[in-house]
């Protein structure tokens, strides 16, 4: 409803005007133009929005804030546009103004939204030059080379992905990059160990595969750790490995080539589509960044290191933290890759991405190292002024146990396996339930339905959590049916999809739909206003989602869409009430599949006819 409550808006602003013009020019030429304070009612009973902007005024104004309410309500009552939109004013306790929309407002809101692809949420605008607007990057997932994929990860994928569909649906141009870990002192170490254990890997590119690479990993570190010709021998690597020395440079790229197929194997199973731009883009610009700081005087040199010291940041000594830039040998590190990368992304094309926005979806301990690098970006004047960046942290993957998540033997949990294990358990419970109720599917359906609800619960469980706490994992409790999990988000679909199927008429373009598009459409019930009110939330939240990075808000609308579906389903007759009731309710059914197929699909959730 955020365009109906535009409307209000400018409406108020104006009864305000003209039930107090000095007052309204007072506060506009000290620069604070009176506010209606509009917002969504606090509770049902106070209708749809409540306007608090009565308050303020009654000190300037020296009167009671109730009867400044009344004069505003007396100028609404005046306005004809304001009648053909809300009841009768009401106000409450100290000077609230509680607004109801008239009932033929709101069905005529289902009936537009039935007909628009969109869902009610408004595109954004392109700039009146008519040029394309500044892409808004996502940097998320991200793993690191030669490592297995962890859970952390694996949030940062599931979320990342997420945000970046909200942008996209919202018409924004999202770059999802993949800052892969593909560079550092690390490849000097795994270069040696290739060369030496497997000097065919060289020649031969399926030589070696992850499940080895990892465990390849260990033995490299294991043997850096205790062989001191081997550690010379790695930082000798390292060296030829910058100085661009081909044989090193070949067992670089495979190295990364398998990694990188491993990777893909997990975001084709979880549909996510990335851009891998790793660490290694930025080398060419390391230097520059170096020079550009040194440049407009932030850099300091501090016992050999190049660094810039922040301001208002400082360590338990009192003195201020500095980012190191670059080492005393010389080498370059994490920040200075991406503050390479946050220069490059603001910079105008051709020499940069360009962006407006830059998100970055990584776990909360890293927000201190992104505070360090907006703060040196921004005092270089990287970041233009209309630029946003934002750390979206998240935190701790937990057992449900409390501690970090292991396998029972205490291994780290492969992701792989993670997804496997969703699937099965899955598949499981859909066996037992099909066993029950006496059905028999094929085999086709089972795994497509198991697969589906097996991922579906994974994503879901850590997008609805509030991202910034812990996460407990556990599979008992996101594949429930019952209770803020997919399987019950995703059974409100396949409850619709019976209706639709007894009722033969849901699908756009069906009879039913044609009709609910053409008749108006007539509620009695206080079921079924609850439905509609809620069906219409569905515009501010994703408005809400897009300014505050927070999925778990989407999830939590999807949630109780469903359980004021299923109050209404179970209390109000749908396929057996007579004319006009039964159209106006199978279009609330189809104006409620829609927006949870939608808000489900814009988490990387695809949704089942049946299950
Ligand atoms: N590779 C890093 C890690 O595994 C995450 C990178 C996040 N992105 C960034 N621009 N630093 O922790």
Redesign the pocket.
Known sequence: MLRIAQTLNGQLLAAMERAFPEAVQRAREAGQPLDPQLAPASKPEFGDFQANGALPLAKPLGQPPRAIATAIVEQLAADPAFGALCEAPQIAGPGFINLTLLPERLAAEVQDRLRDPRLGVPAVEATAAGAPLAPVIV??S???IAKEMHV??LR?TIIGDALARVLEFRGHQVLRLN???DWGTQFGMLITHLKQVAPEALTTADAVDLGDLVSFYRQAKARFDDDEAFQTTSREEVVKLQGGDPVSLKAWGLLCEQSRREFQKIYDRLDIRLSERG?SFYNPYLEGVVADLDACGLLVTDDGARCVFLEGVSGKDGKPLPVIVQKSDGGFN?AT??LA?IRYRFAAAPDGDGACRVI????AG?AN??AGVFQVARRAGWIPPHGSVEHVPFGLVQGEDGKKLKTRAGDTVRLRDLLDEAVERAEADLRRRLAEEERSEDEAFIQHAATTVGLAAVKYADLSTNRITNYQFSFDRMLALQGNTAPYLLYAVVRIAGIARKGGDLEAGGPGAAAAAAAPLIFTEPQEWALVRELLRFDAVIAEVEEELLPNRLCTYLFELSQVFNRFYDQVPVLKAEEPARTSRLALCRLTTDTLKQGLGLLGIPTLERM
């Open positions: 940097d998320f991200s793993p690191n952390g990860h940062s800052h892969v870990g660490e994490y890759t991406d990368a970055y979806v990584t776990d890293q190292h992104f």
